[in-house]
Each structure stands twice: as C-alpha cells, then as structure tokens.
C-alpha cells in the first residue's frame, strides 16, 4: 500500500477533534502517529458508557499507536524528551497557557529538536482579545459566520456534525505537508498555527468574497438558490436532492422527467435570473410531483434523461451503493481490540493505489512496552 509519509513520525498530544483529526490524516499517509495520552483516562473522548473506546474516539485515532505519558513527572518527562528528539512533528490543541504546564512549549522541544514541526491548534489564536476564550464546535462555526448559512431563520437549531473541529484538523495537516516539504530545503522545522477561528473563515471564503468584492451579505439560502439546489420527498418517503446549475438542457430533461413539457413556459420557470428569483415558487411546483412515485422510480428517470440528482442517503445506504463497493470504500482490522473495526478509508489514491489497510485505534497504552523500548534502544544506540 501506498504510504508516502513512512518515514514521518509524529507524536500527538492531541484531545477531542482537532489535532486528533490532524495526526489521522498524517496517519493515513503513513506516518508512525504515536498518541501521548495521560494515563488517567487518556483522551477524554475515549470516555463512553464506561469504557474508553467510544465511537466519537474511534473516529479520528485509527492508524496510532498510544503510551500513556505525563509530562509533568520527572522520568515520564525523560522519556518523552528521548521521543521528541527523533521526531518530525508534535500536534497539541490545548487551550493557550496549558503547553507551559505541561512542559511541552514550541520554545523547549524545538530548542531539544531544532527539524522539530510544531503544530498548534488554538480556537481564536495565540494572541489577540479572544485568544483566552473557549471554542467548541458550534462556537467556531457561529464566530466564523459559517453557521448563519447553515441555520433555518424559521427554525433556529445547530445541525449537521462537527464541521469546525474536522475542518481545522484538515487544515493542521496541510500546514504540516508544506512544513516537512519546507525542511527537505533548509533543514529547519517550524512552529505551524492554526485557529478553528481562522481555519473556518477561510472555508467560509465564498461569504466573504461576495461581500468584499460585491458587498453581499449572504444567508442560508444563497448558496442553493443561485446553485439551484433541491431536496424533495418521494412517495415511499425517501427523499431525493436535485443541483440544476445553469445549463438548460438540465431542465428541459427535468421538464420530460416530471411530465410537464410546457413547464419551462412559466414565468418562474422562463429563465435562470427567474428561477433563482422564484426558488419557492418552482420548489413548490416541483414537490407534489416528486410526491407521487418512489424514489427510486424517480432515480431511475432522472439517470435516463441525465438529470444531475442523487438520492439522499444515509450511512448504512451508502456503504451498499455499488459505487461505494467498487471503489472500496469501507475498510476493515479484522483483528480491533474489540472486534473488527471499520470505517470509511482516505479518499487519496497514489498511482491507482487505494490505501486499503488499517489498524483499529489504540487502546489506552496499547503501546507502552514497545514504545518505551523503542526508545530505550535510540538512547543506548546514542
């Protein structure tokens, strides 16, 4: 299997999402991700009806390896020490001023390793008015003013899953790729930030440009209406999401599928500047007539005439389509600490190479013995 990043090792002090999310996605490439937990507990998203293994962990610790460490203990502070001097990266997400308590500062273990990449993941930034405040999830996303497009003015209500966490893992790790590929040149590691703050404004960016370049304050509709989106309930109660974009050609196949050829003859239906004008009204058009057949009458229609549609499917209905059994994309460790584990591999490819491989996410310390062995024998071999 493809692993581009074999030779990359990374010890992750992460906790939650966020730099958890970040050494995954490292992990997935390959890199040697060895989890430093606290030993009592570890990461408190382990924590779960009991047990230390829930699925919120799960999803974003597989490809680790964990020893349980507490750097504020003298002998687990040598040991850790032992470790960061061969390391390529160190990830942490804590809270600003925590680092320093913990002995794990940007300033000590790059003065131990000066290739060291460090990547540190704060909520508003390590600096400025807010940089003490503390960010979760939805607060990320409202700051950002990323949850206004998300949230139904006639139904105020958080939705979806934890987009600003995973977000800002992802652009952690982008920032260590250009980091690593930085050193080849000068040898030199560096401190990496990133804020959920920042890290959301900027997948926000289409909000901004509108308003910057046009002074366009977009709301949740914008997007699907210029878009031309749609979701519809079918007969049989499943639902089904329709994105017309501009070609016409999309909707006069969509007039054929429906059963109303002079429906492009309607004011709100006469061109794209009406349609986005007169979302409602063509919605409210369109909705009773997909009301009447199954959905999946409805997909095999709409694939004849090509209309772009989907249905909207859920997890389990996902794993089952062919295409997701094609390309392979649910993967599994047969051999997980508490039964096979799966999930969803990385959707990278190198040379057609799918990375099919994966080890379940540790147990608490899994790896202690290893782990303090391994570095036992660096610190003789030196």
Known sequence: MAKPLADVTVLEMGT???GPAAGMLLADMGADVIKIERPDGGDPFRAFNGGLYSPHFQTYNRNKRSITIDTRAPDDLAAFDRMIADADV???????????KLNVSPERLRAINPRLIYLSISGFGATGPDRDRPAFDTVAQAASGFLRLLVNPANPRVVGPALADAITGFYGAYGVLAALHEREATGKGRLVEVSMFEAMAHFNLDDFTHYLSEGEVMGPYSRPNVSQSYVFQCSDGGWIALHMSSPPKFWENLAQAVGQPDMLARPEFA????RIANYEQVAGFLAPIFA?????????TLEQLEVPHSPVYSAPEVIATDQARHLQL???DPAGPHGPFRTIRSPVSFDGERMLDVSAPPTLGQHNAELVDQAAKVAAAE
Request: charged fraction near 25%; hydrophobic fraction near 35%.
């Open 16 to 18: 939650f999402i966020t």
């Open 90 to 100: 160190f990830i942490q997400n804590f809270r600003p001023g925590v680092v320093e």
């Open 271 to 274: 061109s794209r500047s009406a």
């Open 292 to 300: 009447t057949r199954p959905r999946a009458d409805w997909c095999t």
């Open 330 to 332: 649910c993967v599994e």
